[in-house]
């Protein structure tokens, strides 16, 4: 649309202002102002409600207002109450992300009809009073589709004591942009004391109800009778006769529903822990979101909030204890549903299966502990936005506890319609669970009629006669304000419109489960959308593999030398947890965020090896010399460098072994262009591709060429640029790097070929090395990258490739079709994998590992892996600098595809040099195919927990050997909740179970 159209021309002439210095953040706003709907859509129905506005409160005495500026928010304790300064209404007081503190002082007159503080502020704050008391919070944040609010660029402060005739008040205040984007400035508009003309303000809500609904509906002749009666009542309100425009509505709002559909109506305010802003100013918006919610408790019959996120309640209960209390109270009587049971709403690609059952377990433990829920009450897992779902999670939430999953993401596959909205999700084992996504695919609805007759429309379940509708601004969060209360509850029996009950979601899933849900859909739920997540913010997945592999090191060594550091790991776990937010660890967020992301990640991998050396201490002394402890499942047979000499390890499962001197390897040898160990040989070209990889047999492996490095055109993806890739960049031929001062070299046990390789904003570093005695070539790679909107990837196209490819995710693999014979296959152009994929053709398999990449394509004959983006928003910065990563390849047997998983978790899990420790095999199984994931400490009293699962997806029987003493050995869920007594000599795995085993005694 054309701005300048705009009904509102402060907005039409900032937006020129904005064109004319930042062209791109202009065509964000132009995008922002075309999705704010109603107002563009319907100008005369907008400057009628305009005319009513102006109406309703009417000025009775101004307020003085001060303010104290600060970059960072200041404690309400800590306020300097010498330091504010007037502040002038009109006043622009600060960009982006400052903050200040508002003191609003004044006498209240004698007055006829009840007064209402107004605050007028472009942006969110949290009022006081001089107790510091929170009373109430403000928000004039416009979001996508908002409907207009009956106090313009005012809003009312409830529950503020006018009775002695004198206010003083604070309002701890913030701007955090326009519509979520980082533009304009805040400004203070004034405060005042008004009366409200009661009337007036009903009509306004009547009006804007029924507007929106003639304008929606596709029963013309409802149109034409509510647009009659819209224009009877507007007639005579510019008579003044308010009552009797009222009087004109009142038959068309009295009108009951006919139809048999009903919405359950939940209020939400979905608040993302970082995104635009940092994770200091969320736990501000949680307290403002959570007084708002609080404040329409008291207010609003039934109404039911939803809140979905522990780690935001465990702030407030730290910070804001008083509305943390009431929080508390409001769960207790039910107008308070706790959602989610994760600790926070996380990305389910990226994160490893321990942390995922670790989001449940801690944020479960918070919500029974804080609000004395028992598991019936935390049936659900509530993550709308997060983008795409593992193909294991079922199995992870079931035995978690939960039941039923909401989300609304799958609304926005950019190539498919996603075919139902309510059906049973089978994961890769078989652990279904009962899913609902809102049908009008937005977890911000505004509830107004255009949103629930679309909610309607395009609901392929909407015979079995429900819904859920949850409501409230969101993202930035804020929940449901006066436009959702006013709306919605005029539209609960209304003509036209399905009816709305308001209620909780579990009660709504509750009812949704006694009925017969047609569909089942087997395997992840792929977002077709957001697949550049996988890439963007290189080092924040880095960090976060690195640190849940040294948690796994620590835990491991403390329940096997019985140390007690539960208290210790928990705030760490707390940390990692909260940055595989969803809008964190995928790398969507502006640049403070990713920079304090990466500065707690190089924490806490201080402190885990902190306590790894302290556990390594209390292992008993062995023989003298070095040893490495293998904290893996697998026996591993490999090379070592220690102190610039090599040594070589034979350890088992969760043992230390003696390192002894590396002895020579004479099949290692090289040529200008090849390098060989013997069972593999490699050839390259002048560029640096391998054209010929060869095992003992002469058996050609490496097809049309493995390890392109290619630049791949990345264009600005407007307006998702971090999260999106555009899927035509096939299309365009890459630009194919070549390698220079290319030199080989014997090292010990290894032979490694060094090349350079350069273009004007990229240089890479490469080692390609081949070890003594194994067929993994790796590729230590160390990148500086400059570059802006293009796409660094390595390409593999190797002789056996086969119609579908394995792809390691939380506890076992997923297959996915390496071909794009429709429009699914064509829009899974990039997957998720986490340590390796492989692909066979019955034959023969090629499989490549990586440690800490997850974005790949594998379609036609290639596999190609993202190694670096380089987008512009929300960080301009992303991602430019030096990284550091491995990736490698093998063959292997297609029968033998454990063989690719002990390669994964060997590239991932390397040893562990001690100083002489000793360690006998703590854990093992008799089946290969079983992994034990996690040896920790009990979460509770006392005992040794080992998660175990079949990582082959065939049905196992296996023994469990322990070399620890126990008096009972118990099968529990995933939250340690015993289901029965464990027989370690014969343990039964369905394809792809976890089990997790509770060693006491």
């Known amino acids: 649309m054309d701005h300048r159209n705009y009904p509102d021309a402060r907005l039409s002439r900032w937006f020129e202002s904005i064109r004319g210095h930042n062209a791109r953040k202009a065509r964000m706003i132009g995008f922002a102002v075309e ?19 102006s109406r309703i409160y009417q000025r009775v005495a101004g307020l003085k207002a001060e303010i104290l500026r600060s970059d960072e928010p200041i404690p309400f304790d800590a306020v300097d109450r010498a ?30 009809g009840e007064l209402h503080l107004m605050l007028g502020i472009r942006g ?28 313009g660029r005012f809003r009312p402060v409830r529950d503020v004591d006018l009775s002695n005739g004198r206010i003083e008040l604070y309002a701890d205040v913030a701007y955090n942009g326009f519509l979520l984007y980082e533009v304009g400035k805040a400004v203070y508009h004034g405060a005042h004391l008004a009366t409200r003309d009661d009337e007036m303000f009903a009509l306004y809500y009547d009006m804007l109800t029924l507007s929106v609904l003639a304008v929606s509906t596709d029963d013309e002749s409802l149109s034409r009778e509510v647009h009659a009666a819209l224009d009877a009542a507007y007639r005579r309100f510019g008579a003044g006769d308010a009552a009797g425009a009222r009087q004109a509505l009142a038959p068309s709002l009295a009108a009951p529903s006919e139809s048999e559909f009903v919405y359950t109506a939940v209020g939400h305010g979905h608040l993302d822990m970082a995104w635009l802003w940092p994770l200091r100013e969320t736990h501000r918006k949680a307290a403002r979101t959570y007084a708002k919610a609080l404040g329409n408790i008291d207010r609003t019959d039934s109404l039911v909030y939803g809140t979905s996120q522990p780690q935001q309640m465990q702030w407030m209960k730290e910070q804001q204890p008083a509305l943390f209390e009431r929080l508390r109270n409001a769960a207790a009587a039910g107008r308070v549903e706790l959602q989610g049971s994760f600790w926070v709403e996380p990305d389910t690609n990226l994160p490893g299966g321990e942390s995922l059952v670790r989001q449940a377990l801690v944020g479960r433990r918070f919500l029974q502990d804080e609000f004395a829920l028992d598991a019936d009450d935390l049936r659900m897992c509530w993550l709308p936005d997060t983008f795409g779902y593992s193909g294991n999670l079922p199995q992870i939430l079931k035995k978690s506890g939960m039941d039923w999953f909401s989300t609304i993401k799958l609304a926005w596959n950019k190539v498919n319609t996603f075919p139902h909205r309510t059906f049973h999700w089978e994961g890769i084992d078989g652990s279904s669970v009962l899913v609902h996504m809102p049908p009008e695919g937005d977890y911000n609805a505004r509830g107004a009629a255009d949103g629930l007759l679309k909610g309607i429309a395009q609901y392929p379940e909407r015979d079995l006669g429900t819904a859920l509708l949850v409501y409230g601004s969101g993202d930035g969060g804020g929940g449901p304000g006066e436009v959702h209360v006013e709306v919605t509850g005029r539209e609960m029996n209304l003509r036209g419109l399905p009816r709305i009950e308001f209620g909780s979601a579990t009660s709504f899933f509750r009812r949704l489960e006694t009925m017969e849900i047609a569909h089942t859909h087997v395997g992840e739920l792929y977002l077709e959308t957001h697949q550049g997540t996988y890439t963007t913010q290189a080092r924040i997945k880095r960090f976060n593999r690195i640190v849940e592999r040294k948690l796994h090191n620590v835990e491991s060594l403390a329940a096997i030398v019985g140390a007690d550091i539960r208290a210790d790991l928990a705030p760490i776990w707390r940390d990692v947890l909260l940055n595989q937010f969803h809008d964190i660890i995928p790398g969507s967020s502006i640049e403070r965020v990713n920079r304090e992301a990466v500065s707690a990640y190089r924490r806490i991998e201080r402190e885990l090896d902190a306590h790894l050396g302290v556990l390594i201490e209390a292992l008993p002394a062995g023989p003298a010399g070095r040893t490495a402890l293998n904290l893996t499942n697998f026996p591993r047979r490999e090379h070592i460098r220690i102190d610039g000499e090599w040594f070589h390890a034979e350890a088992a499962p969760y043992a230390a072994a003696v390192v002894e001197p590396a002895q020579p390897a004479p099949e290692l040898a090289f040529t200008p262009d090849t390098m060989t160990n013997g069972i593999l040989t490699l050839r390259f070209d002048a560029s640096g591709e391998i054209v010929s990889c060869t095992d003992r047999e ?4 490496a097809g049309a060429g493995l390890n392109r490095l290619v630049l791949h055109d990345d264009p600005y993806q407007f307006p998702f640029d971090a999260w999106d890739i555009g899927m035509d960049y096939v299309d365009k031929p890459p630009q194919v790097l070549s390698a220079a001062h290319v030199r080989t070299c014997l090292d010990g046990p290894t032979v490694v070929r060094s090349a350079l390789y350069r273009y004007p904003k990229v240089f890479i570093e490469q080692n390609v090395i081949l070890e003594a005695g194994s067929d993994v070539v790796r590729f230590d790679t160390v990148v500086t990258w400059r570059e802006t909107h293009k796409m660094l990837r390595a390409e593999f196209r190797p002789e056996h490739y086969g119609e579908s490819v394995q792809s390691e995710i939380q506890f076992g693999h997923i297959s996915r079709p390496t071909t794009e014979r429709d429009s699914v296959e064509r829009a899974q152009f990039e997957i998720c994998a986490h340590k390796w994929i492989a692909t066979d053709d019955g034959t023969a398999g090629f499989a490549l590992l990586n ?3 997850y974005g790949h394509r594998a379609k036609n004959g290639l596999i190609s892996l993202n190694l670096l983006r380089a987008p512009t928003f929300p960080d301009k910065t992303a991602d430019r600098g030096i990284h550091r990563f491995t990736y490698a390849f093998t063959p292997y047997a297609p029968a033998d595809l454990g063989k690719v998983i002990r390669e994964g978790y060997r590239l991932n899990n390397p040893l562990v040099v001690t100083a002489g420790a000793e360690l006998p095999t703590f854990a093992s199984t008799d089946q290969a195919g ?38 009972s050995a118990r099968e529990t869920n995933l939250m340690e909740i015993p289901q029965g007594d464990a027989d370690l000599a014969r343990l039964e795995f369905s394809p792809f179970e976890i089990k997790t085993i509770h060693l006491e005694g």
């Open 698 to 701: 002469g058996a050609e492996l």
């Open 124 to 151: 969110e704050g949290l009022v006081f009073s001089p107790e510091g008391v929170v009373l109430d919070s403000v928000s004039t944040v416009w979001q996508q589709g908002d409907l207009p609010h009956s106090g």
């Open 851 to 853: 440690d800490s990449k």
């Open 930 to 967: 079983i992994v034990i994931e996690t040896i920790k400490p009990a979460e509770s009293g006392s005992g040794v927990v080992l998660r175990l699962y079949e990582s082959l997806g065939v049905p196992t029987v296996t023994r469990l050997n322990v070399s620890r003493p126990y008096a």
């Open 83 to 112: 330091a504010f300064r007037a502040l002038r209404p009109g006043t622009a007081w600060g960009g982006v992300g400052d903050c200040a503190w508002l003191r609003i002082t004044g006498a209240v007159p004698a007055a006829t």
């Open 35 to 53: 999705l704010i709907g109603f107002a563009a859509q319907h100008p005369r129905e907008y400057r009628r409600l305009l005319s009513i506005r």
